[in-house]
């Protein structure tokens, strides 16, 4: 399928590992021109040389810095020549018990998942409207869904964002130009992210990190994680001309895990 989306100009932040890296090789592939940020420097290049070998026929740019920062932002949009897609992403607040976190972890934690998103959005819909074309794919977590009680950090903040765009992405001045608003609630994928997580639970237990992985896994009606090329893909057919009809929704990937019927 040709997602005629080939040409255009994507902004993806945390690209350099993970979820957003899998968004834009997923992008590239399809002939998108990207901008991608994180906060190393090394690894977000390391990415890059990846992503043209991908596709020597795009542009990749890097910007090394901290998109929650407004000098990281400007820095990231000032590299984009026009922003057609832009991909809302960056890593989750740490777990633990809400008794232990004091305003400051709250503040980091909205400034990360909800207030830079919403600023890099407000930062580009309008031009989005104005051409007649726009796709904003936020990454959130599937706790969005099924709020988990140690991420009780992530719970608030991408609840947050969630309802702040479930109202935004249903204005008429921008659905009716085709501008969609969309969010992606990844259950378990297999990344640092996951590895890290499993790790520390490892070391807790006694147990070696595979045996834990493993029990992790078969919790999951897959009997699987997921994988950050199928992540990429679904996020790529978001920001595709067939996606037109999409809008205010959340997409959640998490192998069934999820047991709702709604």
Known sequence: MDLGIAGKWALVCAASKGLGKGCAMALVREGVHVVITARGAEA??????ELRALNPAVQVRTVA?????????????????????????????????FRDWDREAWIKALDANMLTPIELIKSVVDGMAERGYGRVVNITSAAVKAPIDILGLSNGARSGLTGFVAGLARQTKLASRNVTINALLPGPFETDRLIGTMTGQAKKSGQPLEVVMEARRKTNPTLRFGNIDEFGATCAFLCSVHAGYITGQNV????????GTF
């Open 44 to 49: 977000l290049e390391a990415t890059a040389a």
């Open 65 to 97: 810095g901290d998109i929650t920062t407004a000098a990281g932002r400007a820095a990231a949009l000032a590299a984009c020549p026009q922003v057609d897609i832009l991909i809302n992403n960056a890593g989750g607040p740490p777990p633990g018990d």
């Open 252 to 259: 959640l990937m998490d192998g069934g895990a999820y047991p």
